[in-house]
Every structure is written in C-alpha cells, then in structure tokens.
C-alpha cells in the first residue's frame, strides 16, 4: 500500500476526491509517521491527535454525504506555534507561554480549518520567532532530518522538519527575517514569504508588525501554491491586510516555465559570502535555469549591504515593544521577586527576567535603547530610510530581471551551539540574503538548488510586490528542471529516518 | 555614529529597568558587551539615511483602513480570565501598584 | 499666604489637558461595546486585553469625532497623521503601551472662546487635539486608605481599556492674572458644552468622560520666562478645578517666597481637603520610547469629507448664546442665569413652540425650576416646551391669570395632561360672567367706603385694596383687568 505521508498535498487532495483513500486515512497515517519520527526530530510543541481525527472525520462525513468541500479538504497541516489557536496551547516557543491556551483564533487558523484541513500539532520555533536555529526554543532543540546533528534552521525549524521528515505535508509558518525561507533551504524544502499583508497577522504573535509576514512550507512549489491560497485573502482584523483579490498561484505554479524569464542575480548576496559549496550549488542551478531557457543577468542593489544594519533596529525596537504585554499580570507565566517587595513592578521584573530566553532579552533590550529618547532619529528613524532606500534598490533591479536571485542562506544547516561561538553580528549575517525581502515588504521564495556536502542549499526568488504568482511560476519552471537534471526531487535523497 | 562612545553597564541597567527587566550584574556585562559589537555595526544607518531619503515605516503603503463602528463578537469574563495568572471573581487581580499615572 | 496676596506678587500661566470620552458604539481599536455597567471583563475582545496576537483597527466614527471635536475648536486637520505608541508599564494598560498620537495629531492649532462670569471673553489658544484610547480600572485592595499606596493588591477591569479619547492640550495660558481659576473652570466647562452639543460625548464630568490635568506655574512678572509647572492629574470637577488652581498658586507661591524650587511633578487634587499632594517626579523613566504605531497605517483624511462635516457642524454654544442674546433681549445676566441653569434648550423650545421669550423665561426659570428643587428633579423632567408654550398662550389669551396659571401647570406635572385640559378639567377658567363679577365687585365697594372715598379722590392705586376680597369672592378666577375696568366705571357712575 502506498505510503501516504510520501504523496504531495495536490496529490493527497486527488486521491481523497477520487475516494482512494479517507482523510482519516491521510490523517492516521501523519499522526502514526509523527509518534516514529518525533524522538528523533521534535518537530512539534504540541501534537493534537484527537483534534486531527475529529476533524478528518467531519470531512469524510461531508464527502461522504455529498456536501461540497474545499479541493484541499482533508489534508493535514500544522501551524506554527506562534499562531494562536483557541483551546489548544500555544506557546511561541517562550516559557512565558508555557502554559497559554489563547481563548481565540488566528485569522489564518480559521481560514484552514475553513477549508478542512486537520490541524496535527503546532510546531517548535525559536521563541517568540527569534532565531534562525530553533535552538532558542524552550521546548528543546528540533533537528534538521538531514542530518540529526545539525539544526534546521530557523525560526520556523519545526514546521520545516516536519515537513521534511514527512510528519506533515506542508505546514504555516511564519517569515520576519527569513523564518520561513532559510528553515526551507536547510531542510531542503520549499519556504515562501508572501507580499507584506498579502497574508493576515491577526492572532500571529507578534515579533516584529512591520516585517512579520506568515508563509507557507512544502515539499513542491505546487504544494506551497495550495497553502498559500488558503491562507492569502483580505482581513479586516489586519490593518495592514491588503484587499483586492488572491491571485492564482496554483495555475501559476501549475504553468511553470523558464522561457524568456530573466534572472538577476544580485550581486551584494553572490559576492564573496556565500561559501565555496553554497556558490556552487547556486552557480550549478544557475546553469540549470539557463539551460531550460533563463537570461541571467546580473544586478546592483547597493544598499543591501545597509540592510541587516537597518533590520537590527527596526526589529528589536518593534520586539521591544510588542513583547512589552509579556509581564505575568494578564496572562502567561507570573514569577514573584526571590527577595525584596512584591510589588506589581518587581514580579513584572522577575518575571520578563524568568520568561524570557538570552536572545529575547538581547533583542528588547537594543530595541529599548533604540528607541530612547536622543537616540529615535539616529537609529529607528535611519533605519526606516534604508528602508526606502532598499525598496528603491529592489525597483531599480526588477527594471532589468523578473526575479532576483541568490543563494538562500550563506550556509548550510550547521551543528548544534554552533553559533554560541560566534558573536551576535557573525550570527546575525547569517540573514543577509533573506532580510531585505522584509525590509521591502516583497515576496520571496527558497526552493532546494541541490547538495552541498550532503546537505541542502536552498535558491532564493524575490519578486515585486503583488507579484507572489511569478514566483511560484518561475519557482516550478526551476523546480521542474532541477528535478529534471538531478532525477527526482531533492529530498528523495534524505537518509531516512 | 560610529565614533559615538560606548555603552556602560550602567546604561544597559538603566534600560533593563525601562523594560522591567531584573538582571543580574553578570547579565548587564555581557549585555553591554553585545550590544557594542551590535551598535559599532548598525550605526552606519545613519550615514546613508539622509535629509532627502522619506523614512518607509510601512513596507505595502496603505492608508485611511478604518472599521465601521458596529458592536462585534466579545469574549466572556470567564474566557478573558482563563488565562490569568490570578483572579478574583470577574476580576484579574495583579500585585500591589507602587508607580503612579 | 493669601492668594491675593500670591497673584498680586505673581503671574501664574496655566496649562490644561483635557481628556474626553467619546460616545461611540464601540471602542477605539477594536469591536468590544465602549459601554458601562454590566459584568467587569465583559466589554473585552482579545485586543482590549492585548492578548498575544491581537491587533487594532481604527473606528471610523470615532475618527469622525475627533475631525468633529478639532472643527469646533478651530483647529486645522492633519493633512496626514499617525498614531504611535506610547511604551510604559502600568497593569491597567493592557499592552504596556498606550497607542496615542505623538508628532502627527489629527487637529492642532486652534482656539476657543471661553466667557467668564463677568462677560470678559478670553481666547484660550489650543496646541492640539489627538485620538488614544483609555486604560482598565484598577481598584485598590487590602489599603487601609483605599489609595494606592498601602495597597495590598489590585483588582483589575478592563471593559474601559480601548475606549476611545481625545485628549486636547492648551497651549499657556497667560495674562489671566487673579482670574486663572476661573479661567481654567470656565474653559473646561466651554468644552463640555461643545462636546455635547457635538453630540461626540455626554461629557459627564462626574462619571469621569471628561478629565483634566491642570498645569500650573508661576513667574515674577509677565515678561519673565515660563516658571516650573506642576501637573495636577485628574480634576473631575469645575469647582476642583478652581480649587486646585487656586492651591497650587498658594502652594507655589510660598516656596518661591521662601527661596525654594518648584518641583516639575504630578500632583494629585484631594477633594476632602482641597489640597493636592505630589505624586511622580518627572524623570528620565519617562522615556516613553514613541514610535509610529506599525500595526496601523496613517489617516489622510479626505479633504471633502472634512468641509463635509465642517459644514455638518452643529451651532456651537458660544455662537448661539451671542444669536440669541439678540434675538431675545435679555440681559447679559439673565442669559447667564439660563445657561448655568442649563435651561437654554428648554426656553428656546418653548419660544419656538410659540411662547414670548419673557413668558418662557420667566415659567422656566421661576416656577418650573422651584418645583423641581424641592423634589431634586431637573426642570425639563417636569413639563415639556409645548406644555409651557401652551400656558403662556392661555395667559396671554386672557384665560389664566398667574395664580390660576401655577395651579394649572401643577395638574400637567401630575400628569392630568396638556395645560388646556387641566384648565378645563378642574375649572379654573377665569369667570367670564360678568353677573358673578358685578356682584362681586359691588359687594366690595359696599364694604370699603373708605376705599371709594380714596378712589373718588384720584388715587388710582387704591383699587387694588378693592381687588383682594374680589378675587375672594371669585376663589381667585377673575380677570383683574376686567375688576378693574367695572370698578371705575361704578365709582365713577
Ligand atoms: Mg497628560
Ligand atoms: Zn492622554
């Protein structure tokens, strides 16, 4: 019998309309790949079996009875545990929520429980989002299926693991700085991060408001294009919600092609810091693309290399204020003083200093000097002005290209602690390539290129803004010749687990 | 900005403080530490951002999103304090308040 | 020291910020009712909480409001504005930062006319208006003065936390001299006024819709620099208000008397004894780390929906007091007494209901607001403006007279209906018939001859003393004029 985490989710949807199988089937069969696979990978903070099965019963009920569904009914999913999910904890990887079972839903919860997909588990994340390892999570360290020893990236490492480990066939996850692109290339999986307010923030909690953007994870830029339709769409509990309508990123996906399409390579990303064997996967697929009939070009966008700087304000002084609600009054962890008064002012103290991992207190506490009196306009205010001067860059550059490439992340996945050795800046170069999509507010997508030394370098698209359909175009004429080239998709050659 | 003098420990309490965060003195050194190397980088924004360049604080430019002001679903005391670490009846009860406003 | 004594010796500039409740359905950023009463935590969204994840969105009306609000004050509207975020941390304030308007206020740089109780108009220059929305209610508990300090824990409610606000800060106000309390009470109460007549509020000072912080500082002379203010928080009332300015004048006045410094703080205005007491140092804790807020985008607010709602303006109470002061011909004084009555809605009514002002003024101002005294009612609860209209008629048609006129409206107060219906249902029509009059009218003059004599003799005010067993004879419904008229004729017969 065929094994049902291996097929696609345009595949599962087929085969749960031809009747070949149940979603309870679908489902099951997640959950039991789930209980062999999760000692080895801890994708998941929270796995919900009952929920699931519920819910896969209800749409077989309905298919059964003739009920009209949504094609992709039935198909499983998880959700980032940052997305906040009524009567189920939600924790953002923080030990502040440890215990938290919001009394609401997220807006892109909604929308997938909508359109019948049974939610298996929220996954693990770098808390409250922050981290491109997953190891800054209190809930333990997720491994990269690759390679058990080495990290999956970050922040959304647990729904890109479980994506790659089968436990799920493609999951939300959400992208400030690369959270959802970088965990993709480590993994060897498909990460978007759509146009800022394409997709709702409402009930995703928050990291940074103005970069924060919720992005599908998949094993197909097919598959990607499926959940990205579901999640996409006007929100008016999101003021930043764009209105108008979702473009058709399955038929663009669908359609696929690399005739005639110009690629810019950006030259900041593909200078000299991508290491030896991430240049050359990128360069190879490079070819790839030429060879199925790509121009490549190549462009100038002189601010990128402003861009982390100008990231490394904007987010922590946004951190530092969102995650101000986080003071054990409300909701959440409280923790009283060891010593001294208890006072409203000293158990908001303690317990910020007990909730709070190193990196969240790192990153509010720039923010807060950022944003201090004497210091807004040097800091937050210049940074806002990279901003512009970033999206012009980006104009400038899709002038001459219909997408702008580099290699996803300057590395692959590399061990556990690594990056404790590192200073905070080397770590934080690690995002260069992402970052400036965030900056801009435009949609970029990492597919896997190929292997470096057994491991996935992840290729990395930037389209304009709006423009998220050319990327899974483009994204599935290049998967189509990768897969072409090398036999098969990239992942087929994980060691199993 | 970069020739700007480095931050004290000091400093970094007093922003810990700002941000009611109890820290230990070890915290507050390697705190300052990292946040030098962070802040010796970063301050180059400010050579590039110039008079002339508009400040982006959006990145999809939006404006005039407003909601109609009609009454909408609301959570139940008993939801709203589901959550809380401590209640008293329909109320959230907190720790005694010394600061005033 | 005596006040005189402080303001004789220095010139205090006063600041005020007023924080007004807007009447809207819901609240500032989100759908919660923005209404009293009920369950507390009943009136909450996961956004009015600050829950994890949630997110405002601006409420059209209350946006309205505040165009509304910076119209009447003759302010100019923002070509574009923000809102920003204000960060500190309090428990009552449920994201630990208040979203506010910082740098970009939707209205600024206007003014209002404040008048004074003794007509002098004097022009309060206003720096700005802005949208923020209020915080929860804490409630003290296990304190043995009930305030915070002492406090053991507080109860937390948050129904009020979102409920929109704007906040309108003064510009100093200078050249008040003596006056600055009343400057200041009179101001908020100029607010008040417009605010309701905005219909944006029912600006209920004691339910706290309307608050004022009261700045207050002193210098030696009018030329000199501004002086170190202190800011006394929450004045919920227009006699506090006096108060307060009036204290803080003293107070500041004898520190600099003595040589000492004036703290810049906030103070906090106890009603008991009217004195305030400090509360916060300024310091550098009030970094409040502003930013643009990133979860809304700016208002550009249309240029055609603002001459729109310009030109929606309701008459505003100044400019109406001056319209009908003209149209009326009162004294400056007798308007005054109206509008502190808060009987100008009702007078204007009644004289568009068909009533002479003097009659409308006179019923509402005398007898209708001294039954309303003595049962602690407002006047309006007790008749409408027709039914005053209509007993004005009836006088004046020579039907009532004012003691028949008073007994007639105490039967409309109990409900016997219109004042024509109680005329008519407990009789008390003046007599018409001349026989009932004439009879009457001998009967007195029969009895008074000394009266007669003192008629006979040219002294035209004696008929009055005939009057009174007449009307007697009568139980009251006889028509003076008519008395009068056949008196004459008889004596002079
Ligand atoms: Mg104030
Ligand atoms: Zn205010």
Not at chain 3, 33 to 59: E, I
Request: aromatic share 6%; hydrophobic share 40%.
């Amino acid at each position: 019998m065929t094994d049902l985490t291996r097929l696609s989710a345009v595949e599962l949807a087929a085969g749960m309309q031809a009747g070949d199988y149940s979603s309870t089937d679908v489902t099951r069969a997640h959950l039991d790949r789930i209980e062999q696979v999760e000692p080895a990978i801890n994708s998941f903070i929270t796995v919900t079996p009952d929920a699931a099965l519920a819910a896969a019963g209800e749409v077989d009920r309905k298919r059964a009875a003739g009920e009209e569904l949504h094609p992709f009914a039935g198909v499983p999913v998880t959700h980032k545990d940052l997305v906040v999910t009524a009567g189920i904890a939600t924790t953002a990887g923080s030990k502040m929520l440890a215990d938290w079972v919001p009394p609401y839903d997220a807006t892109v919860y909604r929308r997938t429980k909508a359109a019948g997909l049974p939610l298996l588990g929220k996954t693990n994340l770098d808390e409250f989002a922050m981290g491109s390892t997953t190891e800054h999570s209190a809930f333990g360290n997720t491994a990269n299926p690759w390679d058990t020893t080495k990290v999956p990236g970050g922040s959304s490492g647990g729904a890109a693991a479980s994506v790659a480990a089968y436990e799920a066939p493609f999951s939300v996850g959400t992208d400030t700085g690369g959270s959802v692109r970088q965990p993709a290339a480590f993994t060897g999986t498909v990460g978007v991060k759509p146009t800022y307010g394409s997709v709702s923030r409402y009930g995703v909690i928050a990291m940074a408001s103005s970069l924060d953007q919720v992005g599908p994870v998949a094993r197909s830029v097919g598959d990607a294009a499926a959940l990205h339709s579901i999640l996409a769409g006007h929100d008016p509990f999101d003021s930043t919600s764009l209105s108008g309508d979702v473009p058709d990123f399955m038929a663009a996906a669908r359609e696929g092609s690399l005739s005639g399409v110009r690629l810019g390579v950006i030259k900041q990303l593909v200078g000299d810091a991508p290491t030896g064997g991430v240049a050359e996967v990128f360069r190879a697929a490079l070819d790839v693309a030429a060879a199925g009939g790509a121009e490549i070009v190549e462009v100038d966008c002189p601010s990128l290399s402003f861009a982390l700087d100008a990231y490394y304000l904007i987010m922590p002084s946004e951190v530092s204020s969102n995650l101000a609600r986080y003071d054990g009054m409300r909701f959440g962890l409280r923790v009283e003083p060891d010593e001294g008064p208890v006072t409203a002012e000293t158990v908001m103290a303690a317990t910020r200093a007990a909730g709070f991992g190193a990196e969240a207190k790192r990153r509010i506490i720039l923010g807060t000097y950022a944003l201090s009196a004497g210091y807004y306009d040097a800091y937050y205010g210049s940074a806002q002005k990279v901003r512009t001067l970033v999206q012009r860059d980006f104009a400038r550059a899709f002038e001459s290209a219909d997408v702008l490439v580099s290699p996803t992340a300057p590395t692959t996945a590399f061990g556990f602690g690594a990056e404790r050795e590192a200073d905070p800046m080397t770590l934080y170069l690690g995002d260069i390539a992402t970052i400036p999509a965030n900056l801009a507010g435009i949609p970029g997508m990492s597919l896997p290129a190929g292997l470096s030394d057994g491991m996935p370098v992840g290729f990395q698209l930037l389209a304009p803004a709006h423009e998220d359909a050319r990327l899974y175009r483009i994204g599935a004429g290049l998967e189509t010749a990768l897969d072409a080239e090398r036999g098969g998709a990239l992942l087929a050659q994980a060691p199993e687990l | 900005m970069s020739e700007k003098s480095a931050i004290t420990s000091a400093e970094v309490a007093h922003l810990a403080d700002l941000a009611r965060i109890a820290m230990s003195e070890e915290e507050l050194s390697s705190l300052t530490g990292d946040l030098n190397t962070i802040l010796a980088n970063v301050a180059r924004v400010s050579e590039v951002a110039t008079e002339d360049v508009p400040a982006t604080s959006h990145p999809i430019p939006l404006s005039n999103v407003m909601r109609e002001d009609v009454v909408g679903e609301t959570l139940t005391a008993a939801e709203a304090l589901a959550g809380a670490p401590a209640a008293d009846g329909d109320k959230f009860v907190v720790p005694q308040i010394l600061g005033e406003d | 020291m005596k006040y005189e004594d402080a303001v004789a010796k220095y010139d205090p500039v006063i600041g005020i910020e007023v924080h007004v409740e807007l009447g809207t359905a819901t609240k500032m950023f989100d759908a919660a009712p923005n209404s009293f009463g009920g369950g507390a935590n009943t009136n909450v969204t996961p956004v009015s909480l600050g829950l994890p994840g949630a997110l405002p969105s601006v409420n059209r009306t209350a946006v309205e409001y505040a165009v509304k609000i910076g119209l009447a004050l003759g302010c100019e509207i923002a070509e574009s504005c923000r809102f920003a975020r204000k960060n500190y941390f309090y428990p009552d304030v449920p994201k630990n930062f208040q979203t506010s308007q910082y740098d970009e206020p939707i209205a600024f740089d206007g003014s209002v006319d404040v008048e004074l109780d003794d007509g002098e108009i004097i022009t309060v220059p206003i720096e700005r208006a802005h949208m923020e929305e209020d915080a929860g209610k804490n409630t003290h508990v296990g304190g043995s003065s009930g305030r915070i300090h002492g406090a053991e824990y507080s109860l937390v409610d948050y129904n009020r936390a979102g409920v929109p606000l704007v906040e309108i800060v003064t510009r100093p106000i200078t050249g008040t001299g003596a006056g600055a309390p009343e400057v200041a009470s009179s101001y908020v109460r100029t607010l008040r006024d417009i605010f309701r007549a905005l219909g944006v509020s029912e600006a209920r000072m004691e339910q706290g819709n309307v608050r004022a912080d009261i700045n207050v500082s002193l210098r030696p002379s009018p030329d000199a620099p501004l002086g170190t203010r202190t800011e006394t928080k929450n004045v919920n009332s227009f006699r506090s208000i006096e108060r307060a300015v009036r204290f803080e004048i003293v107070r500041q006045a004898e520190l600099l008397d003595a040589g000492e410094t004036v703290v810049q703080e906030t103070r906090h205005f106890h009603e008991d004894t009217g004195e305030t007491s400090p509360g916060r140092v300024k310091s550098d804790a009030d970094d409040y780390r502003y930013f643009p807020e990133p979860d809304l985008v700016p208002l550009v607010p249309p240029r055609d929906w603002i001459e729109e709602l310009r030109s929606g303006l309701p008459e505003l109470p100044a400019e109406r007091r001056r319209r009908l002061l003209g149209e009326w011909g009162f004294s400056e004084l007798e308007m005054r007494d109206i509008i502190n009555a808060g009987l100008l809605d009702a007078i204007e009514q009644t004289v568009s209901a068909g009533a002479s002002p003097a009659a409308a003024r006179k019923w509402w101002t005398g007898e209708i607001s001294r039954l309303a005294k003595q049962d602690d009612r407002e006047p309006a609860e007790l008749a409408t403006p027709v039914q005053v209209a209509e007993l004005a008629e009836l006088i004046e048609a020579g039907k009532l007279n004012d003691k028949l006129a008073r007994k007639v409206l105490a039967g409309v107060i109990a409900g016997e209906g219109s004042p024509r219906d109680v005329m008519a249902g407990r009789g008390l029509e003046i007599v018409e018939d001349t026989g009932a009059l004439q009879e009457a009218v001998e009967q007195a003059i029969a009895d008074n001859p000394d009266v007669v004599e003192k008629i006979r003799g040219g002294k035209m005010q004696a008929i009055g003393a005939l009057m009174g067993p007449i009307m007697k004879a009568t139980r009251g419904q006889a028509d003076a004029g008519k008395a009068r008229e056949m008196i004459i004729e008889r004596i002079n017969a």
